[in-house]
């Protein structure tokens, strides 16, 4: 994977939003009907990681490509800080316990990836641990896919000067001030360290588990970008209702 | 509650059809945001129990009704006959693991209400029994809505003549084909005896938890009449965005 520096965080410039949030409807008007024969053919289930910076747009993303379909086919997990419990155990525990069933879409607001970037930030990791974990991530989801998941590992790139002025409307706009956390601004002094670490996640990835990355600055590109990939992934199922 | 059999599976008469599934479409943008709010604030929890005969319309309210909200506040739990660790329990414990947590919407496709139905129409428990699980779910309710979850229960009413269609959809729609089980039929045929077993259900609930019944024969008024309920509930909790 090329520098994560030198690409974009934005829309291409021949995108015209207005366009492409046409676009968006008719996704989600499709992602409503492909999802009812991805849950009756019951034959895969659907893994989607999305990773990112704080404020990278994980929740905005949930929100806005998903609410248009079934809750009933679709779970969302959103892995915090490990729990003293969790931390008992190996890193890929609780995931394992948040695996989807086949027909059902797993959402997973963060994942495994923290395991390999929080501790490496904050010193926790020396290098030959962190390669160590990457590999067992690698296997882990090979094991996955060859047991019928599909696995879409989207990165939500943004800018610095976006995570700056996304942060500032967390503490000024009423209806973003819960989401504002005090070590939101600590971690985002961080900012090159996590690139690096995401440098690695990015680089480190078996061929068969590629990351899509997406230029998040604009939430309209980046919503768009996201339904178009996962349309396409079930589109080219070729899924059929049961007989 | 007065006989079920007395009570219309219809729409009333003064309901228009293209009217209501304009209002749902504005109960469907309401909800997205109510929804939003009420994961912000985290003061409550939110279940809604669905119950309701084979082909009633459980499955399809929730596709309709819901796929209109953030999966991530959202969660579906589907009942199925108990597996043998749950029957080594008793009939709350797998209720009580899929309890929402404040901010969350759950909602229960069937329920615990199971446990007062089936084993009485298959005999599998006497009058006494009936009554004491009854009591035992009651308190149970209580115990849940003093500590801060809101309980809705939407008994969605179908008459006989609908099912019979609905079944016999199952049979020759490619699309709802999957939907199909063997053992439909042979359940059809108790329809007195789960009626009498709903009437109980309905007359033994506490005054606190009322059951709603919803004229469930004409899909796009039973849709409204669920969206609508929920709306107005969240809307009367006057919530805001906390600072």
């Given at each position: 994977m090329k520098d994560i520096n030198d690409i974009s965080t934005q829309a291409p410039d021949n995108i015209i939003k207005s366009d492409t949030n046409e676009e968006l409807l008719k996704l989600r008007q499709q992602l409503f009907i492909l999802q009812n024969i991805f849950y009756a053919e019951s034959k895969h289930a659907l893994l989607i990681i999305l990773q990112g910076m704080?404020?990278?747009g994980k929740d905005g993303t949930i929100r806005h490509v998903f609410s248009c379909i079934n809750p009933q086919g679709c779970i969302v997990k959103s892995f915090k800080t490990p729990t003293e419990e969790e931390k008992?155990?190996?890193?890929l525990w609780r995931i394992y316990a948040n695996l989807p069933e086949k027909r059902m879409i797993q959402i997973f607001n963060?994942?495994?990836y923290e395991d390999i970037l929080f501790p490496v930030v904050h010193g926790l990791l020396d290098k030959k641990e962190v390669q160590e974990r990457h590999e067992m991530i690698n296997r882990f989801e090979e094991h996955l896919q060859k047991s019928g998941t599909i696995i879409l590992k989207f990165y939500l790139h943004i800018s610095k000067e976006e995570q700056h002025k996304r942060l500032e409307k967390r503490v000024t706009n009423p209806e973003k001030?819960?989401?504002?956390?005090?070590?939101d601004k600590k971690e985002a002094k961080k900012w090159d360290d996590y690139i690096n670490a995401y440098q690695n996640v990015l680089d480190g990835c078996g061929k068969n588990n590629p990351w899509i990355v997406v230029p998040a600055d604009e939430k309209w590109y980046r919503n768009y970008l996201v339904a178009n990939t996962i349309v396409e992934t079930l589109e080219n199922l070729k899924m059929k209702y049961p007989k």
């Amino acid at each position: 994977m090329k520098d994560i520096n030198d690409i974009s965080t934005q829309a291409p410039d021949n995108i015209i939003k207005s366009d492409t949030n046409e676009e968006l409807l008719k996704l989600r008007q499709q992602l409503f009907i492909l999802q009812n024969i991805f849950y009756a053919e019951s034959k895969h289930a659907l893994l989607i990681i999305l990773q990112g910076m704080d404020t990278s747009g994980k929740d905005g993303t949930i929100r806005h490509v998903f609410s248009c379909i079934n809750p009933q086919g679709c779970i969302v997990k959103s892995f915090k800080t490990p729990t003293e419990e969790e931390k008992l155990h190996d890193f890929l525990w609780r995931i394992y316990a948040n695996l989807p069933e086949k027909r059902m879409i797993q959402i997973f607001n963060r994942s495994h990836y923290e395991d390999i970037l929080f501790p490496v930030v904050h010193g926790l990791l020396d290098k030959k641990e962190v390669q160590e974990r990457h590999e067992m991530i690698n296997r882990f989801e090979e094991h996955l896919q060859k047991s019928g998941t599909i696995i879409l590992k989207f990165y939500l790139h943004i800018s610095k000067e976006e995570q700056h002025k996304r942060l500032e409307k967390r503490v000024t706009n009423p209806e973003k001030k819960w989401k504002y956390n005090s070590g939101d601004k600590k971690e985002a002094k961080k900012w090159d360290d996590y690139i690096n670490a995401y440098q690695n996640v990015l680089d480190g990835c078996g061929k068969n588990n590629p990351w899509i990355v997406v230029p998040a600055d604009e939430k309209w590109y980046r919503n768009y970008l996201v339904a178009n990939t996962i349309v396409e992934t079930l589109e080219n199922l070729k899924m059929k209702y049961p007989k």
